[in-house]
């Protein structure tokens, strides 16, 4: 199933915003769900991952204290919260699953090519 991705936008450096994930209207996915990366002229950077039933999360070091990944799975919904955004966060922003696992092992995952759906830009101003 693809996830969608929401609530990007314009904010300066220093500010915050939520992103959210849904697989639009569907239950989500009985799988770890990651939060990837793509900023201009760059590949994709994996930022985030969270388990499906045991609710644990990893994060990449570039992240790691400013973002936080949280999951309601009877609302269907994954977040990721963004703090003290930075101009190097500007990306456009993923949420994918890990066909391959329930829960995370680390903050990485290899997804399918099948599963990568529409992302949120999200643009940090200095």
Known sequence: VQLQ????GLVQAGGSLRLSCTASGLTLPDRAIGWFRQAPDKGREPLSCIGASDGKSYYADSVKGRFT????NAKGT??????????EDTADYFCIQDRARANCEGYAFIPSMDDWGQGTQVTVSS
């Open 5 to 8: 991705a929401s609530g990007g």
């Open 69 to 72: 990944v949280s999951r309601d």
């Open 78 to 87: 994954v977040h990721l919260q963004m703090n003290s955004l930075r101009p």
